[in-house]
């Protein structure tokens, strides 16, 4: 592989749009125009107060940070690109028309929609859909992200590979919700009491983590193991303590987050179980935050990352990080268990030399 | 990619045949009898104690343990076979000549010999010419391992991925020798005085860890980063206390193992830091074993497995698991950073239906 992958990409940088300028959107947009060897040659986003203005002004920059004189605009409209990267919503239902639409502009996707990274855990014909397409105009579509699509599955995943034997997996990632606000805060029941949150897990308004299905299906998939069962609990974490943050403030007794655990099981067997609480200001009653995972097996793991790989940067260098990969990968839809593994671009080299990259796509 | 994937391997087993049958070989040769989606259909050691006997009893299972009824033969042989492991030496000079002679037999080859982990590292020429070679034939060879190959390396860059910006990474493996006989204890000088020791470092007899320089240059070069130097250092480790294992005694001032330091420098900024004391029973002195890799940067990683991964577990479970992943990679010397990631075979689904593999290769 060396003399072709060592070579530094020479030709033209890889051609990108953006399709979403939230919070992660934008944190996207900020490195792409920061990073050599990409072009950013569009930005959609229904944010009127964002619509007209220079990408770069749009996304936190000095508008003189780049040289980029891309305007953004309210809606998709086909432009000459590589990839685009989707950062919308977190349902496959909701972004596969989208997909769609980049694919017909001959376009691949790369999308953190929570649930694109293993789509086939929660809508097979879709899915499958997606994939004839992607195959079809020989281009390719990834789920990529933090979690799902690192720590509660890819990184497990890697882990095994120097295991020989394994009964089971336990991992878990505890965060500290305290930097979002109350949209998000609101999905994991915060401020709920506990009788509230009850409620909330029933009638939908309280979901938790949504990646669960696809972590697991990705661990169980790659390993070889025919998942019989899946369950899934949202407890209410409910404070002994005050705990504030800039945007709420929860007293003793009332609900401080979503204690979201997945159970996987092959026959009556327990075989994965992920844990991932979420809540404010964790330290509060002493809970350190961070990532973990164990395998029982041979040889056994026991790993630990302190404080967490921190969400929101890692998901947006993650998806940076993965366009290279993605566009070298086998038409389709792919996950992140059927590429290279990541790695961060840092240097012109890292962009390999690609004959679809270079060829236009 | 699922459908062609999820496919569990229904065609016949892939063909393996084992090239050195010491502690790591007869490991992997217990793993190919006991594991489905496998043959193994040869074994080569020159030991005249294994020569003849059935190879099931040659790696320490029952004789009756396995329906193979292959015998260890004393020579490489060609037979038919999709994949040749090779267990036989550490450095690239020593092994590159058995690589040929399996791929002039029309095998791929994973080895788990150190320096072909990026055999770059060493040899340019020789490295050049085996990718020649392997690309003509349509074959693949893979060096790989828990270190180099996965922890100092692999797991570093996989870790990356998740990175936007990295000032320096630095890692660590702290392991304990005592398992170990004589040979191994003698290259880490074991034993020796403090002048025995920096003699021994000289003379090239105390060699320390085999492979920093290709887990430097295969995070190096997947990151971008352009190596302007590189240094090594191999310092005695004094004990204060007595240490004991089975096969050695050492007393305090003497030698209980080699801390072996890597630093690679871009310009004069270093970058990565890899170390790797090896010694006898560290907890002797309250040092716990253990992996960390730490990164500085966006957002900063640290992270922790205690105890260490067990390296042999970890060396033979790692070549066997590579195995599918290497004959579905592109034909050519291959890099684990190459590669989808590893991945415990534990399943019939983990071994992927592959052209390469049904079709015969």
Known sequence: MEPARSNPYTGRPIRVVIWGLGAMGSKMGRLLLEKPGFALVGAFDRDPSKVGR??????????????????????FRVVDADVAILATGSFLSDVAPLIRRALDAGMNVITIAEEMADPWAVGKE??????????????????????????LDSLIVMLTGVCSRIRSIRAERVNDLAPYGPTVL????????????QR?????????????????RLIAHTLGWNIDRVEEERRPIVTNVP????????????????HHVARCYV??????????????????EGVQTGDRIQIDGVPPIDLQ????????????????????????????????????MPAAILGPQAIWRHGGVLAGV
Do not use: W
């Open 243 to 258: 705990r504030r943050t800039a945007y709420m403030e929860v007293l003793p007794g009332q609900v401080a987050g979503c």
């Open 54 to 75: 220079q990408v770069a002004e749009a996304v936190g920059l000095q508008p003189d940070a780049s040289a980029s004189r891309v305007a953004v605009e309210g809606e």
């Open 267 to 284: 026959g009556d067997q327990l075989v994965i179980t992920l844990e991932h609480p979420q809540q404010i200001t964790p330290e509060a």
């Open 186 to 197: 609101r999905t994991q029941g915060v401020g709920t009491t506990p009788d509230e949150f």
């Open 126 to 151: 879709l899915a499958d859909a997606l994939d004839r397409t992607a195959r079809e105009k020989g281009l390719r579509i990834l789920g990529t992200g933090i979690n799902p699509g690192f720590i």
């Open 200 to 216: 909330g897990v029933k009638n939908g308004n309280i979901v938790g983590h949504i990646g669960f299905p696809q972590s697991l």
């Open 305 to 340: 990352i302190r404080p967490e790989i921190a969400g929101g940067e890692a998901t947006a260098a993650i998806a940076v990080n993965m366009i290279p990969r993605a566009l070298e990968g086998p038409p389709g839809l792919l996950r992140m268990i059927d590429l290279p």
